[in-house]
């Protein structure tokens, strides 16, 4: 990528497609930082960032910036492309970046749960196998390249109260690393732009390490959280709540170990580090209610569908996903 690395990033756009809570969040904070973003939205939320432009509450303040908006025809190919949309969002959201995803694109998936290039770049002994809960058709694989791909994950605890406006109490941490696990140049300054920017990044040295330890994060509190309205405190304050996600736990272990990764963290330590994020909705609660479609192929369905490929019985992480499930498609029938 001639001319890329010689500037750091610096004057070199930047694409946030998807302005949602984590979208604004990203968006907002590269801005701030004297970046040039631009940002792909769309309906309210884009004639409400024409307008006003956008706004972010975090732990430093009140900020307001003034980004490029527009939606993806309105851009041409871009160096680098963060994917800031629901899981389940995201294969209509590739096929509408078509245009700005070029050969020399490096691609941000800013996703929840498993991902779909999970064993792309791996190298191991599952090379080929597809994760069907969240590419059944292959779209995703088809739509955003592999060798493009930086892996991310995120403990951004950020609401969107109103389109175009984020608001976050936590600290902002992203982990980034390549899908083989090597390290690379991009990395680097992709890892600087972030730091620049306020966000605390770390580049792992196993991306699949990250991947779970966040997945298991989301997998023991969002559905629970969804069924029950509880925040973060409370799923892990109460004594019954509590006792379910540490099930949970028990049981997503034996999966990460035979897939061959590792938590980053000790497992007690989520449950305290989840208590001690306090009254925050997960965004699955956030989207339940909301009347909008929770994340559970990516942060449920896809965990029990590796567990079932390597003969691993799940029962009580089956029994809250189901509830979920129940919760989500009656809500939204309700709504409609």
């Not at 079932?308 to 089956?318: C, S």
């Amino acid at each position: 990528m001639p001319g890329f690395f010689d500037t750091a990033g610096l004057g070199l756009p930047i694409c946030i497609a998807g302005a949602g809570a984590i979208g604004i969040t990203v968006a907002a904070r590269l801005s701030i930082a004297g970046f040039h973003v631009r940002l792909v939205a769309r309906g309210g939320s884009l004639a409400a960032i024409n307008k006003k432009g956008i706004r972010l509450l975090d732990s430093e303040g009140d900020h307001s910036a003034r980004v490029e908006v527009g939606q993806a025809t309105d851009f041409g190919p871009q160096r680098i492309l963060f994917l800031c949309s629901k899981s389940h969002d995201l294969a209509e959201l590739a096929a509408a970046l078509q245009p700005l995803i070029s050969a020399e694109t490096i691609l941000v998936p800013v996703v929840n749960g498993i991902p779909w290039w999970y064993f792309d770049g791996d190298g191991g002994d599952w090379v080929g196998q597809v994760v069907k809960s969240v590419d059944p058709d292959g779209k995703l694989k088809r739509l955003v390249p592999s060798r493009q791909i930086i892996g991310t994950t995120t403990m951004i605890t950020a609401e969107r109260p109103c389109p175009g406006t984020a608001r976050t109490a936590n600290p902002l941490q992203m982990t980034i690393g390549e899908l083989d696990d090597r390290s690379s140049e991009r990395i680097k300054v992709l890892a600087s732009m972030l730091s620049a920017a306020g966000i605390s990044v770390r580049i792992a040295p196993r991306i699949r390490d990250a991947v779970w330890t966040k997945v298991v994060r989301n997998l023991i509190s969002n559905p629970v959280t969804a069924i029950t309205g509880a925040t973060l405190r409370e799923n892990f304050g109460n004594h019954y709540l509590a006792d379910i996600s540490r099930q949970m736990l028990r049981e997503v272990i034996p999966v990460i170990d035979a897939y061959g990764a590792k938590l980053e963290v000790d497992p007690d330590l989520i449950l305290e580090s989840g208590r001690k994020l306090g009254d925050v909705k997960t965004s699955m609660l956030q989207d339940f209610e909301k009347g909008n479609q929770l994340e559970l192929a990516s942060i449920c369905d896809a965990v029990i569908e590796l567990a079932n490929q390597r003969g691993i019985r799940m029962p009580v992480t089956e029994a809250i996903t189901g509830l979920a499930h129940f919760r989500d498609a009656a809500e939204r029938s309700h709504a409609a």
